[in-house]
Every structure is written in C-alpha cells, then in structure tokens.
C-alpha cells in the first residue's frame, strides 16, 4: 500500500520502529553512564568545577582520621575518603597510590577515611578490621593486605577467617584483634566517617581531597599530578 506521495507504507512503519530504537537506545545510554560511579561525579566537576573546602572544613576531614603518614607540615595534603570493598577504591591503590608517594613522597601528608558504601556488604566491617589492626601499629600494612585480597574476600559470605588470617600474617594479637572486633569498639566512628564525608560533598568512592579542592573516582596519576603540581607552584 502507497500514500499519496507513493511512500510505501511499510517504509514508514520500519522508519518510525528505527526512530523509537534509537530513542530507547539512547535513553537506557544515558541511564548506565549515570549509574556510573566514575563518571557521575567527574561530569558534575567538569559542568560546575570541582568543590572546594574552606580551611576551617579541610581541617575538620583531617582531624581524627584514623590513619595518616608522611608530615604534616608538608606542603600537599591529601585526604581519601575510601573502602576496603570498592573495586576503583582498588584500581586507585594497584596504579596510581604508590606513584603519587614515589614523585611526591617528601611533599605529601596523607590522611586515609572511610566512607562504607551501604551496598557493599563487607565495607564496614573491613573498616573496622584496618582499625583495629591500627591499634597494634599496623593499620597501613592491614590497609595494603585487604586491598591486595580484595578479589578474593570481596565476593565470600562471611569473612572472618580470612580476616583472621590478615592478622596471623601480619604478626598481631589476634585474641585482641578479634576481641576488638566484636566488641565494636569502632562501629560508629566508622559510621561518623561516612556522615562527614557526606556533609563536605563526597558521594561515591574514591574521593580525594588535595589541599582542599575535590577529585572524584579513580583517577590516574596524571590528574593528580597536574593538581599536585599546580598548588606546589603557588
């Protein structure tokens, strides 16, 4: 059957179908690239620009982490907001983490919080685990330890004995390590973690804050570099 402008009829009917697929197409496009944790918050930065605290927030995310080195008279200091679970928390630390202490190692003081996801089933309980580990002077080691395992821990049910066996390894008390564990001696200042970094705009992880001004996701050395570099030549 033909219209009047000898169409065939059957044409219009495929073209408008190609015309509603590419409507849908580009919709469920639109939907996973804002359900990505990376490039949600980097496009915000890039319509906006990126957040920056004021003194008196920046030092109220450095006071009372649970883990910093390096001095703190140095010139950069860089705060992580960070869980042992998330999986670009991850790729952060495998490529870019030691990078930045290599280049930048005598200029840095770096400041570790955490921030458990709620959807991770592990991520507060690995928090705690780093903390407790951090009252027998081996929070950073316990820290790498976790990360290192990630894959592995990250997809089992209950994790205890894994976690155990962290601890066994990196010589600990593990009667005072399991002890502290389950007396939830730092369930809440966890928690505490996660409602200030709600309250200075981080909402996924990783999230850093390099002398105050924000950088979302896991981000390669160079962004941290150019950041880096731009505040040491202030």
Not at 85 to 96: G, H, L
Not at 183 to 208: A, I, N
């Amino acid at each position: 059957m033909r219209n009047k402008g000898g169409i065939n009829f059957l044409t219009l009917i495929l073209v408008a179908a190609l015309v509603a697929a590419a409507f849908f197409v580009g919709q469920f496009s639109e939907k996973a690239k804002d359900n990505d944790p990376q490039t949600v918050p980097q496009a915000a930065q890039e319509e906006e620009g990126p957040i920056v605290l004021g003194q008196a927030e920046f030092d109220l995310i450095i006071e009372g982490a649970p883990a910093t080195k390096g001095d703190e008279n140095a010139s950069i200091t860089i705060v992580e907001f960070s869980e042992y679970e998330c999986p670009f928390c991850k790729r952060y630390v495998d490529e870019t983490y030691e990078q930045i202490f290599e280049e930048y190692g005598d200029n840095i003081y770096y400041v570790f919080r955490d921030y458990p996801l709620p959807f991770h089933n592990h991520s507060q309980e690995t928090a705690e685990v780093a903390r407790c580990a951090g009252d027998q002077g081996s929070y950073w080691p316990m820290h790498d330890m976790l990360f290192e395992g990630r894959d592995e821990w990250a997809e089992e049910t209950e994790i205890t004995s894994t976690l155990t066996s962290y601890a066994k390894s990196l010589g600990l008390d593990t009667q005072a390590f399991n002890s502290c564990l389950s007396s939830g001696k730092y369930t809440q200042v966890v928690k505490d973690d996660l409602v200030l970094g709600d309250k200075v705009g981080v909402s996924g992880t990783p999230s850093f804050f390099v002398n105050g001004v924000m950088l979302v996701g896991a981000q390669p050395f160079e962004s941290f570099k150019a950041l880096i570099e731009s505040e040491l030549n202030k």
